[in-house]
């Protein structure tokens, strides 16, 4: 009899949940049209709900009528927007998750402290542009082979992380800075990878060891769900990203035994739990 081993991170983090139910009551409330400025969180099934619910997705306020209503990111977005709503009248309403934004300002500190700003982490996520925004000219740096002998030598620096980056990656370029590069006048290091994210990359290590099959729920485009796939691959070649409930489950479920299911920081309990109906019934079929 096939057995399903859900792990305990399932469902949003609370970051995104917090995001989904501002935006839901605005939703509610507002009798207009209401905006956001890219996808508040990256998870297409959700941001598609919510554009039934009248929610309008743009990539420039040039999009957006005066007088508006918007509402910016969970992961963050780039000072010139306000300035830029503050010409249109735009009222903008931030999403911003409260860890990240505490690692936006640990990036402005060592910025005004006249450190180079170093990035872990992935120079096309807007969480990293953002952060880019706060610290003009920060280096980022996306894995191992991008650090350069002596690039920071003799100078002050202030290492942070993208918050969906691995945390062993991380502290793996973080070992290799300091390695090629002798005599450095300042170094300070931020682990700023969310609690929430080291806690599933932990949980999805232990999970692909104990089950012959693992899926991993949430979108392609959402960061912290491919850092999970990725993880889940090293240790178990049976590792499937799923992203909606209408995917086709025939080779998945074939010769499985022991299926465990983890998802992404924005995949919904919802979609969580239709994952696990419809393997219940695919299962009850055979």
């Known amino acids: ?28 409330r507002h009798k207009g049209k209401v ?13 598609r709900r919510l554009e039934k619910k009248n929610l309008f997705t743009v990539s420039s306020l040039d ?19 306000k300035n830029l709503a503050k010409k249109k009248k735009i009222k903008l309403i931030d999403v911003i998750c409260p860890y990240v934004s505490s690692v936006h300002k640990i990036c402005a500190s060592l ?12 120079r096309t996520h807007p969480e990293v542009k953002a952060l880019v925004d706060l610290a003009p000219n920060a280096r980022i740096i996306g894995n191992t082979n991008e650090i350069k002998e002596n690039e920071f030598s003799y100078k002050k620096i202030g290492i942070i992380s993208q918050t969906t980056q691995a945390k062993a990656e991380f502290f793996k370029i973080v070992a290799k800075i300091l390695k090629k590069n002798h005599n450095l006048s ?9 609690l929430d994210t080291s806690n599933r990359q932990e949980e999805v290590k232990r999970l692909a060891e104990v089950v012959d099959t693992l899926l991993v729920i949430g979108s392609g485009t959402s960061a912290n769900t491919k850092r999970l796939l990725q993880l889940g691959r090293k240790v178990n070649k049976k590792t ?47």
Not at 186 to 194: A, D, R
Request: charged share 25%; with cysteine; net charge positive.
């Open 240 to 286: 499937f990203l799923v992203e909606h409930d209408n995917v086709v489950l025939d080779k998945i479920l074939k010769n499985a035994r022991d299926i465990g299911i983890i998802s992404g920081a924005s995949a919904p309990q919802w979609l969580v739990k239709a994952i696990v109906k419809k393997i219940r019934e695919a299962t009850l079929d055979t």
């Open 1 to 28: 009899m096939l057995k399903i081993k859900l792990a305990k991170g399932i469902g949003f983090c609370s970051g995104v949940k917090r995001a989904i139910n501002i935006v839901e009551k605005i939703l509610t």
């Open 186 to 194: 300042q170094v300070h290091i931020f682990n700023t990878i969310c």
């Open 111 to 122: 910025y005004r402290k006249k450190l180079k700003v170093v990035i872990v982490g992935d």
């Open 63 to 81: 999009d957006v009528e005066d007088s508006s209503v918007v509402i910016l990111p969970s992961h963050g977005s780039p000072r010139f927007i």
């Open 35 to 47: 905006y956001s400025y890219g996808s508040i969180i990256h998870n297409p099934l959700v941001i």
